[in-house]
Each structure stands twice: as C-alpha cells, then as structure tokens.
C-alpha cells in the first residue's frame, strides 16, 4: 500500500453534512405540526404562532395525535399518526412566545445576551418554523458592507448590459423582501454603524429603492407579506459597535439568560456532547460525576459564587455553556479515540484552555476558584474534587 493510498479519504454521501439546519434536522417535526395545528396563520407562515412555539419548546412529553384526514404531507408522503416534539431551547416560555407574536407582527427581533446562550440556536429554530427556511442569513463582521443589507451587482453583465434586474444580486435581506420570509442577522453589532443603519429604512418602510433602475419597474422593490429580521448580539464581545437609537426603536429586544438551573444545563450539555461525539464516530463514556464536576465549575465561574454561596473571582472570558459542550465533547472525544486514565485528568487543562483567552490575569483567578472551593469540597471529603485539588500543578 501506498502512503497515496494510505491517506486517501473514505468516500462520503453527497447528501452528508457536518450540521444540519434546522429545517433539515426537523423535517419530519415540522411537516407533522404544519397539519397538526390547521389554526389561523400570519401571512406567509409555514405553521401557525401555537405551533411554532411548540415546535421551539416541545410537547412536554405528550404525543401529539393526527386526525386520519391530515395524514398526508405537501409532497404526498404519509405522516405518523403521532409525534411527541422534542424541546430545543432551554429557556422561559413566555420569551419564546413574545418572540413568535413580534414575529407575527412583522416587527424586528433582536435577541441579546452574553456569548453562548443560544441566541443562534434560537433565532435558527424561529426562522425555521416561521418561513421554512433558516437559510437567508447576513453574517456580520466589521467588514459587512452595505450591500449585504441591500444588493450589488454582477459586474460582467453590468458592464455588458448596463444597470438592468438580471444584474442585479439579490442581498439575503432583499430575498427575504421579495420572497416574504424570515431573514436572520448574526451579530449586528459587529457591523460598522453607517452600514447597521442600512436597516433602519429597510425596517420602517418594508421597501427597498434601486435607483440604477428607476424609470424600468424593478426601482422600487416592496416586503411581501411575513417578511421581518431576527438579528443577534452579543453583550459582552470586543469589536461592537453600538447601535443608533432609530435602529434600536426598529427592533423588539428580548434578553436570552445562561440556563439557571444546574440538572437542566448539566443534561443539555450531556446531551450535546453525545451527539457531537457520534457524529465523530464513537460513543460518548464520559461518567456523569465528571460532567456533574464540569458544569459546576463553570456555574461558578461564570456566575461569581459557588454553590456553596463562597465568593469566587469571575474570569474576563465568558464562561458559556457552549463553551462547557465543547469541553465536554473534547472529553470524550479523548476517551474514545486517546484512552488514557480517567477524563477527570483532562479536565484542568481543557479549563485552562478555555479561560486564558482574553486577559492573562484569568490564569491566576482559575487557579484562587481551585485554591478555594476546589479545596474547600477536597477538604469536605468528597473524592471527585480531593483529585481535582490534587491536579492543581497541572494548571500551571
């Protein structure tokens, strides 16, 4: 054999893709809950507000049932007779249905909070069961430009042409005005102020003006019915750029928290961490105890003080449960394909890698949280942490 022929990848299906979106992930989830609920619907929308929110929260364990008559989806395939739907954000009920009916009223959303608390997830989640597709997404960078809000051109046939509609290139904003659909904006504080402010008439007037083309037909470009933008921002993040307060006024704000109860976020990140790692192609073995270890002391970090109610310093990075899944599916992605001794032994490191991001005095506020609680609970007996505290010179 060959070192060619040693290293040449296994062939993968066409149809095979690191992450699905949403709509894909829950196809079958969606096109059960379209003729599930056969209520009133805003313009444009794929399911009704009900169903929306309970496609985002799940059916809190209860199988939906289908009456005989609606068992056949659009594309003539045979729904189930019934589905239990499985939640997908962890968060208040009452935030997800203030952001259905701001949706419903074609107003602006904007979801904020800290790094990782699944604004992404969310706003994914909504255009997803709103329009049928998540797909029309602006990514803001301090390098947008205007015209990914607006449109450009396609300067061959520009140049051939001059300024007509096959020319033009549709931005995803002004897809989702012509199409009547959800568009999502990623991080719009990180867009320079004087582009932000593209949206500000884009959301008052639901209208786009092509001036290239005044006087063909195609200058003025109006939002169909359902149109409306969710965008996301982070609180906490280096780089933003603050938003005019006529921007602001465009939008309805909601506030996603970190998941405030322990078990909840201590069982999400189990179950994130198990799903990246056989996607990986292995089985998650991480013990519980350790994941139990793990996201406590990221609570406590993040939060200032422990269970315990002992003051901790908070590091400067954010101490996010996306960051506590990542951890976690390094774990075991270790134990699966690197086994060697416990996970537990792993866990400083990764942590270190975590908090000495930003500001180098998060070392040494990483390693007072193990000269205190991690100590103190070694002190009170408990073997879990006593091999935690003993791991200290690992942090160094």
């Not at 499985?86 to 602006?108: D, H, Q, W, Y």
């Not at 109006?222 to 993040?237: E, K």
Request: glycine share 8%; proline share 5%.
């Amino acid at each position: 054999m060959t070192v060619t022929e040693h290293v040449r990848p296994t062939a993968v299906p066409e149809t095979a893709s690191q992450v699905l979106s949403a709509e894909q992930r829950y196809a079958d989830e969606l096109a059960f809950l379209a003729a599930y609920d056969g209520g009133a619907r805003p313009p444009g929308w794929a399911l009704t507000p009900r169903a929306v929110v309970t496609f985002v929260q799940g059916s809190d364990g209860e199988a939906l049932k289908l009456p005989a008559d609606r068992r056949t989806g659009p594309d003539g395939t045979e729904l189930p007779a019934s589905m239990t739907i499985l939640p997908k954000f962890v968060g208040e009920r009452s935030l997800v249905e203030r952001c259905v009916i701001t949706l419903a009223g074609e107003r602006g959303l904007l979801l904020v909070g800290e790094p990782g608390t699944a604004k992404s997830m969310l706003s994914e989640l909504l255009a997803a069961a709103v329009c049928g597709t998540s797909a029309l997404t602006v990514q803001g960078t301090a390098g947008t430009t205007e015209d990914a809000f607006r449109y450009g051109w396609n300067y061959a046939l520009l140049l051939a042409q001059g300024p007509t509609p096959q020319a033009l290139v549709d931005s995803p904003v002004l897809t989702a005005m012509r199409t009547g659909r959800v568009v999502r904006i990623e991080e719009v504080t990180r867009c320079l102020p004087e582009v932000q402010d593209a949206l500000v008439s884009i959301l008052s007037d639901r209208r786009m003006n092509v001036p290239e083309l005044v006087g063909t037909g195609d200058g003025l470009i109006r939002a169909m019915p359902g149109f409306t933008v969710i965008a996301t921002a982070n609180l906490r993040d280096r780089g933003v750029s603050e938003m005019s307060s006529a921007l602001k006024r465009r939008f309805n704000f909601e506030t996603i928290h970190p998941i405030s109860d322990a078990e909840t976020e201590t069982d999400l990140v189990r179950r994130q961490a198990t799903a990246a790692v056989q996607r990986a192609g292995a089985a998650y073995t991480v013990d519980d105890a350790v994941l139990d270890a793990l996201v406590t002391v990221f609570r406590d970090l993040r939060s200032g003080r422990s269970g315990e109610n002992w003051d901790v310093e908070r590091p400067g990075t954010v101490m996010s449960t996306a960051e506590a899944v990542q951890v976690a599916v390094s774990l075991g992605l270790a134990a699966a394909y690197l086994p060697a001794g416990d996970a537990l032994d792993l866990v400083p490191g990764h942590l270190l890698g975590v908090v000495r991001k930003d500001d180098e005095n998060d070392h040494a506020r990483l390693l007072g949280y193990w000269d205190g609680p991690v100590r103190r609970r070694a002190e009170d007996g408990s073997a879990m942490w006593r091999r935690l505290w003993d791991l200290r010179e690992s942090l160094r």
